[in-house]
């Protein structure tokens, strides 16, 4: 299973392909599987980024705690699995292909930012990026929040 640590910068080209950083793309396993699943954030203003593998793993620890007899349930696991895109960095140049419907989700102009957040990695707008990011003080308030007595 790949770690994803660290932050990049990147700028889309004129077709809105973006340059995988290759930090990111090296912790892969050689040979392996280079498809990624992109999709919005649930709770932030960010893309997620997972690999193939680990998308299915997280996809079936959900599915494994809904009903599909239960009307919500349904409705939400259409939602949760609709606006995806399935990519993999070419070869040649490295670039992914994210759909402008995804990039304007999270407000991308020209600039993003990858961040990698160890099974999985957040891309964000650049712009958007540092106002998300929370206080020191919040940091250390939830770090405590966390801690076992």
Not at 6 to 33: E, H
Not at 69 to 76: G, I, R, T, W
Request: charged share 35%; aromatic share 12%.
């Amino acid at each position: 299973m790949a770690t994803f640590i660290g932050k990049y910068s990147a700028r889309l080209d004129d077709k809105g392909r973006v340059v995988f950083p290759s930090p990111l793309k090296g912790v892969m396993p050689a040979g392996g599987d280079m498809r990624f699943i992109i999709k919005r954030s649930i709770y932030d203003g960010c893309l997620e980024m997972y690999t193939f593998d680990e998308w299915v793993r997280q996809s079936e620890k959900i599915k494994e705690g809904l009903d599909f007899f239960n009307p919500d349930h349904v409705s939400f696991w259409r939602e949760y699995m609709m606006d995806r895109d399935v990519v993999e960095p070419d070869p040649r140049f490295g670039r992914i292909s994210i759909s402008r419907e995804l990039l304007d989700a999270i407000g991308v102009d020209r600039e993003v930012i990858f961040l990698g957040i160890d099974f999985k990695i957040e891309i964000w707008a650049k712009e958007k990026f540092e106002t998300a990011r929370i206080s020191n003080d919040e940091f250390i308030a939830i770090a405590k929040g966390l801690s076992r007595k």
